[in-house]
């Protein structure tokens, strides 16, 4: 069985667990989308493997990620543990999730780092965009069939050195300060912005309102509107988005840590 846990405003980290989970076993799957809590986590699991996959937010995990994964609890029970970045770096986020699990009772059997499209990211300034793409999910398939052959063998925790990253974390990003905004002469009200929100801040009666103080920023909403007419053209935002796109034109591939 395969409890396939997951935060995913734009879908890259959906896909790229997805696609472990499937390689992994066919059968059996429970997912908990935390996204917007469309199935509550049970306060425990007692069964199978389990994936948690989170996007990785300044080179942490996201608060709002902890806070939805508070009263989750394992029985010693495996887990596969999946971070997704922007094709800049990944630097505490894995060792950050693997503390936060192990303290919950699981034991990290395997971990990985995957790219996904930059939440940041635009056609006129791509930040690693379309990814993850087939080379990137033909690697989630090749986890998924290395976590299966290791399970066969051993559920034994991987030594807590096996994964990267420092102890303090990094400090993380300030939040709820800067918030996509709407050009109105685009904008049908169609609602979609809102219903991509995973913090409900976005509300559209006869126009669209957010509210800056729960937004994280993942741009969610930028890239679900077919109208283009949500956009982030905050001067801070948009001097990250420049170097960014400047900076981080290397390809970068997944990492594993099996």
């Known amino acids: 069985m395969i409890n396939l846990i997951y935060f995913s405003p734009t879908k890259t980290t959906e896909k790229i667990v997805s696609q472990i989970a499937a390689a992994i076993a066919d ?13 509550d986590v049970p306060a425990r699991i007692s069964a199978g493997t389990t994936i948690i996959g989170v996007p990785v937010y300044a080179g942490r995990v996201p608060a709002i990620v902890l806070e939805r994964l508070a009263r989750l609890q394992g029985d010693g029970l495996p887990a596969v543990l999946v971070v997704v970045y922007g ?15 192990t303290t919950k009772g699981f034991h990290v059997v395997a971990a990985a780092a995957f790219v996904g499209e930059h939440s940041y990211s635009t056609r006129q300034q791509p930040i690693a965009q379309n990814r993850p793409d087939q ?38 990003v300030v939040l709820g300060q ?26 559209v009666i006869d126009q669209v309102l957010t509210e800056t103080a729960q937004c994280v920023m993942c741009c969610a909403c930028v890239k679900g509107c077919p109208h283009e007419a949500r956009v982030m053209t905050h001067p801070v935002v948009a001097e990250r988005r420049t170097l960014l796109a400047q900076n981080c034109r290397q390809r970068k591939e997944p990492q594993w840590f099996l």
């Open 27 to 39: 059968t059996d799957l429970q997912r908990y989308d935390l996204t917007r809590m469309s199935t």
């Open 178 to 203: 800067i918030a996509p905004e709407t050009i109105t002469e685009r904008c049908v009200l169609c609602g979609l912005c809102a219903s991509a929100c995973p913090t409900f801040a976005i509300s």
């Open 135 to 172: 080379t990137d999910l033909e690697h989630a398939s090749a986890f998924g069939v290395a976590i299966r052959k290791k399970l066969s063998v051993s559920k034994q925790p991987a030594p807590p050195s096996m994964i990267p990253g420092n102890v303090p974390y990094r400090e993380g």
């Open 87 to 101: 094709n800049r770096e990944f630097e505490d986020a894995l060792r950050e999730l693997a503390d936060v699990v």
